[in-house]
């Protein structure tokens, strides 16, 4: 390793960065471990198979000058140890307007591509989302639910930017604003704990048939008002199986 670069270690961080550089990217990441690490935990509902993430500072962007200046690499095993970490690179140049530090962006986005790869890549789940996703769609979701949690301003944007981006997206915040966080979080839960969940694809109508579940209600109505193609056998097994009387 360059004689230069610097590595300091955290609970949940692994922080890489250049020695001009080390003292600001342990202090932004500090203060993202320190108040916003543990709201994102709660979030989660459970401890993540992997909770060690590894931060490393770098003097480039991805792709290019005009690429993107954060991005999440994946889960991988940190460098010659046996320790899954997920893998993010930062643009040395956010380190420029720090302090303040921000606690939403950069970062904390792409933590949360970490702690949520396990639920829509693990045992070959990736496949089996392909009906209904979009990128990043989950993962909007859960930044939204941080927002409102750490009681920022960030809210309505990121609400806004979901309804900007059409689609799926569309669909998924407006379920947030109707049913909360809560559905979710017993989504990501059950894919935590069951590792043959889900055992057909997510389309329109197994979607809507688990998130009825997790809410305790017949939500297929709701998916169909917002353009989901919901078959009658689907809303039928929804109320026998939640033992609803019509």
């Not at 932004?28 to 471990?33: D, K, L």
């Not at 690179?89 to 904390?108: A, C, N, S």
Request: with cysteine; aromatic share 14%; charged share 25%.
């Amino acid at each position: 390793m360059n004689s230069e670069f610097s590595i300091y270690t955290t609970k949940y961080f692994i922080i890489e960065a250049e020695k001009k550089y080390i003292s600001k990217a342990i202090a932004w990441v500090e203060c993202i471990e320190s108040n916003v690490y543990p709201t994102m935990l709660q979030i989660m509902g459970h401890i993540p198979t992997v909770n060690l993430h590894v931060i490393q500072f770098v003097n480039h962007k991805l792709r290019g000058a005009s690429g993107p200046g954060a991005w999440f690499e994946g889960i991988r095993k940190y460098r010659d140890t046996d320790y899954m970490c997920s893998s993010i690179k930062i643009f040395t140049g956010k380190l420029d307007d720090q302090p303040p530090y921000r606690l939403e962006g950069d970062i904390t986005h792409e933590t949360i591509h970490g702690l949520l790869d396990e639920a829509k890549n693990s045992s070959g789940r990736t496949s089996k989302w392909k009906p209904i996703w979009q990128p990043e769609l989950l993962d909007r979701i859960f930044e939204i639910e941080l927002s409102q949690r750490l009681g920022g301003d960030m809210v309505s944007k990121r609400f806004k930017r979901c309804i900007n981006k059409g689609g799926n997206y569309v669909v998924f915040v407006q379920f947030w604003k109707m049913y909360g966080w809560e559905p979710f979080k017993s989504l990501i839960i059950r894919l935590h704990e069951d590792s043959k969940f889900p055992l057909i694809e997510f389309n329109q109508n197994t979607f809507a048939y688990y998130m009825s579940l997790f809410t305790n209600k017949d939500v297929s109505d709701f998916f169909k008002e917002l353009g989901w193609d919901i078959e009658v056998e689907t809303k039928e097994k929804i109320i026998e199986d939640l033992n609803i009387n019509e």
